[in-house]
């Protein structure tokens, strides 16, 4: 699902050619290849980078987009000069056309039939043939249906592909409901706010993102948060970036989500973006380093110290001892009811609202009494804020 024109199209295939003229000089190695798969004959690209390692190589995927193919898939990504630096196998996949004639990955949308998850178990296999690749260091990356794609993988071959990032791309609505890997699986999303092809608050064809995120959450079991604002390094792109990172889950397996205030549906820092293009960080280099901390294992090297207090661990019994700013808020953490009780009687029509960290409004109202009760039942397990008036107060949910 990515839309390029035929001026992207174009620079991508320069991109590719310069690869294979310069190929003698670089040692690089760009390959074309099929297998046979279902009765069709599947294609993909390799790229070798110049100092491959011929001992147990990690191996990524990169998938492209609706309507796109490897080639474009290659060049918009720019992953070569990444490759050539860490030594990690390059593979892009081409997708199938559906009943239209367009390319894609076939996540369960209307007109799709194409056994795809099959053909890269197929292709993982045949590449095993070719290479020595480190078996438990095989990654999934994509642009938008690509980015659908590396989710279905981690959902149905968990055991095959130690982590995933998804560029613009989402999880089927209701596919969480099918969706039992038997481990924790450390995933990246980066997603603009602003995205017209796949919103970022979800559609008929997608799960909201945050509720992508609070998902992938849970299962990895993250403990601690962290939320921090990237520098605003290109002002003219009409956007910023927050980066959420959720960790500490089992393995040390983390989930982060770069969360674009006004990005579009772009790869990030591509050498062919076009208006919506986020350019204050390079998303292929970001992916690489995420991805070149695990395996099939979890985190390869040690779990970092934690960052802060663990949400399911952190005391604050001594919230129901004494006001706090003229209110108190009990029980906490909570799981289920939480009241609000207010010192001054005189005065208690008052508002509250709570929120998650980014500010996004869950509930709201007004203290009619000297207190009030809610229900946070719904919520996900986290941290979140209420705000009385002027004062705010941080609560757990378990």
Not at 76 to 89: C, E, Q, R
Not at 126 to 139: F, P, Q, W
Not at 180 to 206: C, K
Request: hydrophobic share 35%; aromatic share 12%; charged share 20%.
């Amino acid at each position: 699902m990515v839309r390029k024109s035929n001026y992207k199209l174009l620079k991508a295939t320069l991109l590719l050619t310069s690869v294979l003229v310069f190929r003698p000089i670089m040692a690089q190695d760009t390959i074309y290849d099929t297998l046979i798969h279902a009765n069709l004959d599947r294609a993909y690209l390799i790229y070798e980078p110049a100092n491959l390692d011929s001992i147990s190589v990690p191996l990524v995927l990169n998938f492209h987009g609706y309507t796109s193919n490897m080639e474009e898939q290659f060049g918009y990504s720019n992953f070569a000069p990444i490759a050539d630096t860490a030594g990690f196998l390059l593979v892009q996949p081409n997708g199938l056309p559906d009943q239209f004639g367009t390319t894609h990955w076939n996540v369960g949308w209307v007109g799709s039939q194409g056994d795809d998850v099959g053909f890269v178990e197929a292709l993982l296999d045949t590449l095993l043939t070719k290479y020595d690749i480190d078996t438990t260091r095989i990654y999934s990356t994509g642009m938008s249906n690509g980015g659908f794609f590396s989710y279905k993988l981690a959902c149905e071959i968990p055991n095959r592909i130690a982590a995933i990032a998804s560029v613009t791309g989402s999880m089927q609505p209701n596919q969480k409901n099918n969706c039992s890997p038997n481990r924790a699986i450390p995933i990246m999303q980066i997603h603009g706010t602003t995205d017209e092809t796949v919103a970022y608050n979800g559609s008929f064809i997608a799960d909201p993102i945050d509720s992508v995120v609070n998902y992938w959450k849970r299962n990895n079991g993250t403990r601690y948060e962290v939320i921090d604002s990237l520098p605003d390094i290109n002002m003219s792109d009409g956007s910023t970036v927050v980066h959420y990172h959720y960790s500490h889950g089992d393995s040390c397996s983390d989930v982060e989500l770069y969360k674009i205030f006004g990005g579009g549906h772009d790869w990030p820092n591509s050498p062919y973006g076009d208006a919506g293009t986020n350019y204050d960080f390079d998303a292929s280099e970001k992916i690489w380093q995420f991805f070149a901390k695990y395996n099939l294992h979890g985190r390869v090297d040690s779990c970092p110290e934690p960052p802060e207090i663990p949400i399911d661990t952190i005391d604050t019994t001594s919230i129901k001892e004494k006001m706090v700013n003229g209110f108190k808020i009990y029980p906490n953490p909570v799981e289920q009811f939480i009241t609000i009780e207010l010192s001054n009687a005189s005065n208690p029509f008052q508002s509250y609202t709570v929120t998650d960290l980014t500010g996004k409004v869950l509930l709201t109202g007004y203290i009619k009494a000297d207190k009030v009760t809610l229900d946070l039942s719904k919520l996900d397990k986290g941290l979140y804020l209420i705000q009385v008036e002027e004062f705010r107060q941080r609560i757990i949910v378990h």
